[in-house]
């Protein structure tokens, strides 16, 4: 992906305030590349050394964590519950309620 699609993904994250989440897809196609939600996954699970962006703001089309039952998931639900977000029993996060920017579903 060119430089400019990391810019982008990352300035939009930098706007995801606490206690709301917004997904990989979302993310791409408000940084103009629809349908590049993997990229967007791959940019935040290896930013550079000394690049902190709020990475636990972002979730799976689907409201869950990536990785789900892993340490990174628990540590992900652990920071957005600490931001007052909150997962239903089947550990989901109503995006509708969430989501950034504005109502997601």
């Excluded at 989901?92 to 309620?97: P, Q, S």
Aim: aromatic share 8%.
């Amino acid at each position: 992906m060119p430089p400019e699609f990391a810019r982008r993904v990352l300035a939009l994250l930098a706007e995801v305030p606490p206690g709301r989440v917004t997904t990989y897809g979302t993310l791409a196609e408000l940084a103009g590349y629809p349908r590049h939600s993997r990229h967007v996954g791959h940019l935040l699970g290896n930013l550079p050394e000394g690049v902190t962006a709020p990475w636990h703001r972002v979730l799976g089309a689907g409201g869950r964590p990536s990785r789900p039952g892993s340490h990174h998931a628990d540590w992900q639900r652990l920071l957005l519950e600490e931001e007052g977000v909150e997962f239903n029993a089947s550990g989901k996060v109503d995006l509708r309620i969430f989501g950034w920017p504005g109502q997601m579903v």
